[in-house]
């Protein structure tokens, strides 16, 4: 059975920093394609960062490069986002997932930037 259980959100102030965690059981992240998503209230799940399992490229969208950061512990089956001079739209539940949202989602984790 596949469970990501993501952690590390919370309350931070516009302009700081979290570190968000992604632990994954059932599958290695070594054998897929990894990334991170977000679900702001009221809007659509969206993907904000992706690293390829082959390579170690990443993706983010255009508005999130240089603040978002994406990273991999393959011993620790772990997958990370660093997230930089936070703004209150970053705001949401952040989720871990292949980028075909091959598995079932985690509880997610909270993360409220404020003004």
């Known amino acids: 059975e596949v469970q990501l259980v993501e952690s590390g959100g919370g309350l931070v102030q516009a302009g700081g920093s979290l570190r968000l965690s992604c632990a994954a059981s059932g599958f290695t992240f070594d054998d897929y394609a990894i990334g991170w998503f977000r679900q702001a209230p009221g809007k659509e799940r969206e993907g904000v960062s992706c690293?390829?399992?082959?390579?170690?490229?990443?993706y983010y969208p255009d508005s999130l490069k240089g603040r978002f950061t994406i990273s991999i512990d393959n011993a620790k089956n772990t997958v990370y986002l660093q997230m930089d001079s936070l703004k209150p739209e970053d705001s949401g539940v952040y989720y871990c997932n292949t980028p075909s949202r091959s598995y079932p989602w985690g509880q997610g984790n909270r993360v409220t930037v404020s003004s």
């Open positions: 690293i390829s399992d082959t390579d170690g490229s990443t």
